[in-house]
């Protein structure tokens, strides 16, 4: 990365990503972003990240001030603006693929803010866990239906997998976390060794998402990130972005 942004300057062609609340969720955000960024350092292209001031950029920063773009900056004469939609045939099987890692770690690009890192709910998980994330899809988000999207997303699990991964380590610390707080609940009360938050998350890309379930969505991203493994109950952006900040095992 360090290389790449040495030379920065000198890339002629110039890409743009514009990233804005209703494109996804955070797992999008940085997953599409870190692909692009793969190509553009394998083709000396110059990439910036468009501040557009949304509630995710507050939590969540680049390492590097000069790749961020600003209306005030001076528009190049040759650019091509990147909005999510464009990468999804392209790069929404990374996940789901024996494409295991980026080219750069995502802890060299972005970074998350002291406000995440020194939360109370940070300081008091136990040094050690490992982390189970499961995503039931847009179908189950607790919301105005309203403003979902895609109200028939719902994404295949095996709950006998997710039972018997539990207690087969129920010697270990483990963080549960789900889209669907009920569902988590229901967990919870099943086994009482198993860590959630009672943070009220919500999908980013909804436009009736408040800046607190925003916070407290990074806030869950980050636990994963911290944890020393993570079992995918589920395909999900998330779990596979939190798993590649710090090259962690993802179990799916």
Known sequence: MENYIKNFNTFNEVYIYDFRVGDGGIGDCIKFFMCLLDTCIKRNIRLYYKKNNIELERYIKLKYEKIYFFESKSYFGNYHIVKPRYLYDLYDSYEKTKINNFIIKIKDVFYFTE????????QMLPKNYISIHLRLGDKYLETDHAFIQVPDDVRDFNEENIFKYIEENNDKNIFFCCDNNSYKLKLKEKYNNIYITNLNIGHTSLFNTTPDQVLSSVIELYILTMSQSIYAGSVSGFSFVASQFRNIPLIK
């Open 115 to 122: 406000e995440i890192i020194h939360h109370p709910i940070i």
